[in-house]
């Protein structure tokens, strides 16, 4: 029976040309700005940024006060016309001040700053009318300016490929006049929930939602995927048939859940093995039936990649399996948070297989939530944590410090 590494190497291996192909496209940054997966780091640059022009472009004040040349200090000066934001002032005269607004640009000749506090008006307006304003005698050179290009040099990058667009890079795109960038494009997964039974809850008809479906497009969503689901019955010909069709060519992966296991209508595994998907069982519970492969579909080779139908199956096997590949796309972190805690109670795990247990994380205990069962979803809906108990470990006792990743 596989680990969990050897299975995780696998599919990288199986998704990398797919991941490394994903191409881009050209967006308004103002477009980004709107754009929902961009305001949550889920979009990210398909080409490097380099700053067309130098930030900030011109030397200008830090504050409202007094340009002046610093040869001026510790004299009284004569004030001179005011200069606000957006214009391009005179140059300034030996012996004069000029009063000057926060981000308004340096005239040439001054070489420093100093606060309108520092005179008697103490602020503007009234420091306007001032005729004359004595300069400080401590300022040095460079005093109260932020200097051109101190944030970013002409040329110098601003994001490279790969860059989460985020609130702040926006802004910096817009500082330096870049109007358009290149957006890596999500990657587009086929979700297929497979089951005769998946037609909606009904007792009476055993008949019961498709959980899988909405879940792992959620968690799809969340780094970044573009998704599409199709449900389909336990009937080989009409698997394949939907398959295709869904499939086209807009796939970039497809996400089975179901029809792996050792039943008699293991559909996935039925249609799809003799076309190349390796059925691979891990040393994972829950989520011991897996697998993967390329095969062929819509006429042309696509990655898949299969969980079992349980739902925490599915969910756990996506945190474990594809998760860690997918995050990095949009620039997040491959890995979740993770702790190291005692356990607040006992429990029992199959010494051969890394338990996946759920749980909340109180007064710096794991506490677990629900049993080990697969089906056991809404227990996983009020967990905050995934616990792992690791191969070789048969039972937990209070106390004993586990791996949790935090799912929040």
Known sequence: MRTIG??????AALLAPVLAGLGGASWRIDDLAVDGRAGHGHRVL??????PVPLPPFDNSQMDGFAIRVADAGQDVRVVA???AGVVPAPLSAGTAAPIMTGARIPDGADAVFPVEATSPGSFPAALELGHVTVPADLVPGTFVRATGSDLALGASIAPTGAPITPALLGA???????????RRPLRVLVVSTGSELQGADTDAATIGDANGIALQAALAEVGASSRTVRVPDDVDAFVTALDDAVG???????TTGGISAGAYEVVRQALEPRGLAVTPV?????????????????????VVSFPGNPVSALVSFEVFLRPLLAPLVGLPADRPELHLPAASAAQSPGGKHQVRRGRVADGVVHFVGGPSSHLLAHYAAATHLVHVPVGVDAVEPGDVLTVWSLR
């Open 46 to 51: 398909a080409g490097p940024v380099a700053a």
């Open 249 to 255: 060519d807009w796939a970039d992966l497809v996400l």
């Open 173 to 183: 795109l817009a500082s330096a006049g870049v109007s358009t960038v290149q957006v």
């Open 6 to 11: 050897q299975h995780r190497d696998d599919l």
């Open 82 to 84: 005011p200069i606000p």
């Open 283 to 303: 040393a994972m519970q829950p989520g011991g039936p897996q697998a993967f492969g390329s095969v062929e579909l819509a006429g042309r080779p696509v990655p």
